[in-house]
Structure formats: C-alpha cells, structure tokens
DNA sequence: TCAAAAATGAGTTGCGTACCTCAAAAATCG
DNA sequence: CGATTTTTGAGGTACGCAACTCATTTTTGA
C-alpha cells in the first residue's frame, strides 16, 4: 500500500542500481532504452516523486536573478518592487537572491543595453520590456546564453521569453468597456479616452478591447478621440480638463494607463464626479480614495503581489527544470469597487 | 560582503559551537539568556536564514492532512477537490499527503464527528465548516491534538481554529448588491434574492450585505423577502418561476449560493433574460455559459485553485512553524463577467 | 570468436540541518 | 571551599539525492 519512497527502492523494484535510476531520472546517456523504461515503470507505478528538498539540498546552488523595472514614480510598479521586498527572507532560505535594475524602458536602446549586461551574469531575468526588436535580440541573448526569462506587465511574444507574467491587455479592455457600458445605465452620450501613449503595448491593446465592446454592445455611447497624458498628471489633467470643457455630454472616462490624478483632479472640479463614470487601471493609495469617495467607479488591477511572486517562482521552476502550475501563474484581471477592495 | 551560508558561519561569528547555535535557534533550554543573544545578534548580523531544503529534509518528517468536504455535486466543492488533486506531484515531493472526507456539513453532529475522528491521526484538517457549538468543539478538541485546523470557505470564528482560507461573504454581498444597482441604470423595480438557506452562515452574510448596498445606495429598488431553495436545482426553479409569475417589476436578481441551474431555466424560459440583471456566484462550467450568453450579468467568485493552493500551503506553514505569507493566502473576491473570464 | 564499445553496478562524497549523546567547562550555591 | 547544577563543546548519525569514479558485465560488430 505504501509507496516506496526513495530511489533506492526504485532501484531494486527496477532491479537495476541505483547509478542506473539516476541516470535514468536525469537524462544520462549509456542507459539501453529497455532500461530506461523498466525504471520508469517503477516510477510510475508507484507514483515516485523525487524528494523536492533532498534534491533541492544536492544541487546547492544559489541562484541570482535580476528584475528590470522602469525608472520614476510609477506606482504601480513600485507596489512590485515592494512586494519583491517582502519575499526577501522566503528567497534567502531558498538561496535565491533578486536585484531590481531600474532603467528607462522607453527607450529601446537603454533597456536592451541593460538587458545584454546581464548576460551570463544571472540565472534569470524578469523585465518589464517594450516590444522592440533591439530589446527581442537582447531577450533572445539572455536565453541564448542560458538564463530564463519572463517577461512582466507587458510582453514581448515574438521573443524567445520563457514565460510572460501580466494580464491579457485586450480582456482587460474589453472588461472597461463592459463596465462603462453597463454603469452608464442605457443613457446615451459620449466617452472619453484618456491613454498614456498608444505606442505602449498595453496601452493600444486595452483601449482596442474597450472600443470593441462600446461598438459591438453599446451602441449608444461614442467614443472620442484617445488623449494621450503620457501617464503624467499634469498633462493628463490639462487634456481632462479640455475635454470636459468642449463635451458636455460625456458620461464614460476610461483612464488606460497612469496620470490619474490629474484625470480625477480635472474630473472632480468639474463638478461631475460621480455622475460621469469613471473606470480607471490598478489598485492604489489614489485609486483606493477615489473608489472609496465615489469619483472612481471601478478599477481594474492586476495583483502586483501576485505578479512578483509569479516572476520569481516561475523563474524558479524554469531554473529548475521543474513543472510550472499554470493555473496558479495565471494573472486574473481584476474588477475592484468599493465594496470589494482588498 | 557575502553573508555567511551555514549555521558553521553562525557559530563561528558569536564565538560558540554549532551545538549552541541549534539550541538557540530551537529555543532549546540550557543556554545563558547573554549567549542567545550573541547569536542572534550574529544571525541578525548576517540576515542569516536557514537552508529551507536542508531543514526540511533533516526533519525528513511526512504530513498527513485532510480535507472534510460537503458530499453531493456542489460544483464550487468539486473544483476545489478536483485542484486539490492537480496538486497531487507538488504534495508528493514534499511528502505530504491530503485526503478528502465528504460529509453532510448541514448535520453538525454528523460534521462534529468526523472531526472527532481525526484527532491524533492527522498533523492538519481543512475543514468547510459549519458554525455550531458542536462543530465549533470538534475543532477545538483537534487543535488541542496539536493539529493544525484551517477553516474553508465558511468560517468559525468562535473556534481555535488556525486560520480562516476564504472571502469576507458581507463584502461579497456588498459587491453583489452594487453591480446590481449600478447595472439597473437608475431604472425602479424590484430585485429578489435567492438563497440556499439563511441558516448558512456565509448565505446570510451575503444577504446582508446585499441588502446593506441597496437599502444604502439603490433606494429605487425595492427587495423582495428571500426565497430558500437550498441550492437545489428543482427547488430553485420552482421558487424562481413562482417570483417571476408573481412581479412583473423584477429588475433584478441575485442568487446567493447554487441551484443556479434552476434559477436560469426559469429565468430564460420566462423570456426576460437579459433583461433582468441577474447577479450569482462562482465560476462554473454553467455560470460561464450563462455569462457568455448573456443571461448572467456577473458572477461573485472565489478561486477555488487559489482556495485549495492556500489550504494546503498554509497548513504546511503552520506545521513547520513557518510564517504565512499573509497577502498571498488572502482570497479575494472576484467578479467575473463575459469579458475577463478566467 | 574476440576486441571494442556500450551498459551497468558499486561505491564515495557532499549538500546543511536536526537531533542526539557524552564529556568538559563554567557558574552557582551552601 | 567543595559539591552541585547549569551551560557549553565536540562529535556523530541521518535525511534523500546529485554527481562523480572506476571496475565489471553485457552487447555489438567485424
């Protein structure tokens, strides 16, 4: 009834040795393919799992990855950062350790750069890329030479990036544009765009999915031109301010990316917070005050905690060579409103 | 620069033997209350953390855990189960073993004594709990065991038990009752509630909450007294026929627990699908049809792969004394509409 | 059939910690 | 001060696997 548990009696339920279920369990080569097979019979049939610690403990080896994050005040990613501090201790008893490398992700010269001075420094990297083909050769290099890579946030999905930890951009989208709909309650009038830029990936997927779902289910709304704040509150705020002024039948504002403070300061001495709504991207301290006091309708978040943990056990496994639990990597694109902030 | 690796390095900075070392680090007694505190000053010193492998296989120790799940075809159950068992190899490797016990939860003598049962013969009990004296003893009594107890889904505070692994059902109602109202667009009507039985506790709790928004935020809509279809299917569908033939006013809908199947035949064969916001809970093979096609407005849902991932890793958490990591165990509260579904 | 090649067995060492024993040293007390 | 208790040191074993060496057996091919 019980299973064996060690090699060993792998070995001898096999009747080889235990050099042989080693070479077996490991890829060696000089093992007949009779062999390999009565030894994994054995395995499989009685449920052999190598003892993650133990195996774990043999190898030894302390492993270094690095995390290539945007410059600035981003909170968004500084909520990353931040979180990828917490888990300090759970990576030191892990002999793992994560250095955060901040640098100008705009500017696709830069980041690749960054990117290529990691290599063959580190077992693995996770960055927040901008889909460029000088940063695509970089990440190939990276995994050329060895590393793993995932990408963060934004993805680069013609590289040859192991992995990609964020959300699908285009869902997320669509979900604003569900949720303006929807909160607009069958009135009719005009929505607002306010974007960082729509040259950022993210950014042109997510305003994609919302026009797609305000054409194809909610007819009566229109869309305005996107404005671009460049995720920064002054610009955004002047814009807001702008379109508010010239439409007074707007009665949605999406705000794709960051800036929204300035989007809610223009928002709120208009007078119509509340009346228009407003949904908006990611979970923090400002969001939060504005769900909370009703100027913001909804945001929608992916969980920055989950996104560092995610890199750095998927960067793990990856290393490894262990499998990864795809459903508990996946990043869910989350709806918050007041009652259901975290 | 580099820290020391090893309790070795940890002995050798505070000027005492690795025996010491161990003691101090397992609060073994012997040693002078000036000695521990030179070697945890050395730990501190050099931020030293265990090898976690090491650890682990020096105590070389298997866990035994069970899961006491509600019996029948409770969809949202299964899912939980079914992810438990995609957790089999992961478990495997760390020689932990999860079995599941299915029980009638509704009968507290009948949940209480498989409690009973397992005392003395598991190092840790996850348990979909019901609030009852007896119940609340049972746990008790396995904690008292030195077993580690965590309650799943729905929650005995009054008990000693560990830790609770689900969501906040008030918030959840609350967030139920907001899409409701901001999804009625300002329209007047009524809304109905269908639940299993406002005996449960998480059912009532979300009532409350629901009702809390409404009365609070949506005072055109008016809730109808709760109807109890024990989150069966038959039952539902008849109370839901008899609701939609009694008002014509329901603009709204919020079932609270299962029986979905029957509250969406009614609804659809009434021909105001659609129409009437219809709100429930969890994501199903059925919800996300419904959700797709349009009958269903929004789903409340909890992870059940996060549920049964959180379970067993903080049961692993409290039996090797580990800290739990607090963010990542949190359940939060999804909601979940055609366009981000998982 | 015999030499060469391939496959396998047997064994060792080390990873870092937990847990144990026993002796030696230091502190405490009457 | 000596006797007793407390504290500390030294050392060993075990945990299960990875990675290696080297000898031996088996298979293959000419």
């Known amino acids: 009834m019980n299973a064996p548990l060690t090699l060993r009696d792998i070995a001898r339920q096999a009747g080889v040795s235990l050099a042989t279920v080693d070479r077996v369990l490991h890829n060696r080569p000089g093992v007949r393919p009779d062999t390999v097979r009565r030894v994994k019979d054995a395995m499989a049939r009685s449920a052999f799992q190598p003892h993650a610690a133990a195996s774990e403990l043999a190898r030894a080896r302390s492993r270094r990855f690095?995390?290539?994050?945007?410059?600035?005040?981003?909170?968004?990613?500084?909520?990353?950062?931040?979180?990828?501090?917490?888990?300090?201790?759970?990576?030191?008893?892990?002999?793992?350790?994560?250095?955060?490398?901040?640098?100008?992700?705009?500017?696709p010269a830069v980041l690749a750069g960054k990117l290529e001075d990691l290599v063959g420094r580190v077992d693995g990297?996770?960055?927040v890329a901008l889909d460029h083909p000088s940063v695509r050769a970089a990440i190939n290099d990276l995994v050329e030479s060895g590393a793993k890579v995932v990408t963060l946030v934004s993805d680069v999905p013609s590289s040859r990036r192991h992995h990609y930890v964020g959300i699908d951009n285009i869902a997320a989208g669509r979900t604003a544009g569900a949720l303006v709909g929807r909160f607009a309650g069958g009135k009719t009038g005009?929505?607002?765009?306010?974007?960082?830029?729509?040259?950022?990936r993210d950014h042109a997927e997510r305003i994609f999915g919302f026009s797609q779902v305000l054409a194809a289910e909610f007819r009566q709304l229109e869309v305005l031109p996107v404005a671009e704040g460049h995720d920064a509150d002054d610009r955004s705020e002047h814009l807001m301010r702008k379109l508010l002024a010239e439409h007074h039948d707007i009665i949605g504002l999406y705000n794709v990316g960051?800036?929204?403070?300035?989007?809610?300061?223009a928002l709120t001495e208009s007078g119509r917070a509340?009346?228009?709504?407003?949904?908006?991207?990611?979970?923090?301290?400002?969001?939060?005050?504005l769900l909370l006091s009703g100027v913001m309708h909804a945001a929608i978040s992916q969980n920055p905690g989950h996104e560092a943990r995610s890199a750095v056990r998927v960067l793990l496994a990856l290393a490894r060579g262990e499998p990864i639990l795809s459903e508990q990597e996946a990043i869910r694109i989350d709806i918050v409103m007041r009652d259901n902030l975290p």
């Open 66 to 107: 690095a995390f290539v994050m945007p410059l600035g005040g981003n909170p968004f990613m500084q909520q990353i950062q931040a979180h990828l501090g917490e888990l300090a201790n759970w990576m030191a008893a892990r002999r793992l350790t994560a250095d955060v490398v901040t640098t100008d992700v705009f500017d």
């Open 258 to 265: 960051a800036g929204t403070a300035g989007v809610a300061k």
């Open 125 to 127: 990297v996770a960055v």
């Open 190 to 200: 005009r929505v607002a765009i306010m974007a960082g830029s729509q040259g950022l």
């Open 274 to 289: 509340g009346d228009i709504v407003f949904v908006g991207h990611d979970v923090t301290a400002l969001t939060r005050k």
